[in-house]
Nanobody
Framework: QVQLVESGGGLVQAGGSLRLSCVAS????????MGWYRQFGGPPRELVAM???????NYPASVKGRFTISRENAKNTVWLQMNNLKPEDTGVYYC??????????WGQGTQVTVSS
């Protein structure tokens, strides 16, 4: 099991940018996938970005072109660069890591609030 700690959330005006970080307590080089989800109010959580072990990134249409996910195995870290933020991007952002054959681990989340 890996502990994940997110940071970088905050309050920003629409059109602004934030960079979220997720630091893992152990190696991530062998992770199948790492990603970011967000939740506004109750469940479900919405996928925001995912990056595979081969550094292939996937995004939903709602954030494509505005968000960029990246990972640095040497630092056990994955980032989410968020540009041109919109009020509908508001929510708690969670980091997740998935190793083959195990249940995904989740961080505790970081709040992002975008004001109009």
């Amino acid at each position: 099991q890996v502990q994940l700690v997110e940071s970088g959330g905050g309050l920003v005006q629409a059109g602004g940018s934030l960079r979220l970080s997720c630091v893992a307590s152990g190696p991530i080089f062998n992770a199948t996938r790492m990603g970011w989800y967000r939740q506004f109010g109750g469940p479900p959580r919405e996928l925001v970005a995912m990056i595979t072990s081969g550094d292939v990134a996937n995004y939903p249409a709602s954030v494509k072109g505005r968000f960029t996910i990246s990972r640095e195995n040497a630092k056990n870290t994955v980032w989410l660069q968020m540009n041109n933020l919109k009020p509908e991007d508001t929510g708690v952002y969670y980091c997740t890591i998935d190793f083959f054959g195990t249940i995904p681990d989740w961080g505790q989340g970081t709040q992002v609030t975008v004001s109009s």
